[in-house]
């Protein structure tokens, strides 16, 4: 099993700056890739981003392409999403979640998913 537990979540002003953060932990893999993802109220969950175990290739959409940038700390076997520039468009609950494949596969493939942390952003 795998336990993914995201943190940093707020409310910021349009603009504004936040960094959100996925912990690991439990079961290892070694080829994997892990997404972030979101979810508006009355949507469907939609890709944001991923990031291979590697840490050298990185996926997004385009939506956040140029805002939004996912990095890795190995060592405290944590993701990050950076945001900068964000947008009202840009409220939802965000999700981390493991792809135990180094395949990349959309939302239904991902294996482990966090619980979600809720991202607000002003107008």
């Known amino acids: 099993q795998v336990q993914l537990v995201e943190s940093g979540g707020g409310l910021v002003q349009a603009g504004g700056s936040l960094r959100l953060s996925c912990a690991a932990s439990g079961r290892t893999f070694s080829r994997y890739i892990m997404g972030w993802f979101r979810q508006a109220p009355g949507k469907e969950r939609e890709f944001v981003g991923a990031i291979t175990w590697s840490g050298d290739t990185t996926y997004y959409a385009n939506s956040v392409k140029g805002r939004f940038t996912i990095s890795k700390d190995d060592a405290k076997n944590t993701v990050y999403l950076q945001m900068n520039s964000l947008k009202f468009e840009d409220t939802a609950v965000y999700y981390c979640?493991?792809?135990?494949?180094?395949?990349?596969?959309?939302?239904?493939?991902?294996?482990?998913w966090g619980q979600g942390t809720q991202v607000t952003v002003s107008s």
């Open positions: 979640a493991l792809n135990q494949s180094p395949i990349p596969r959309p939302v239904r493939g991902y294996d482990y």
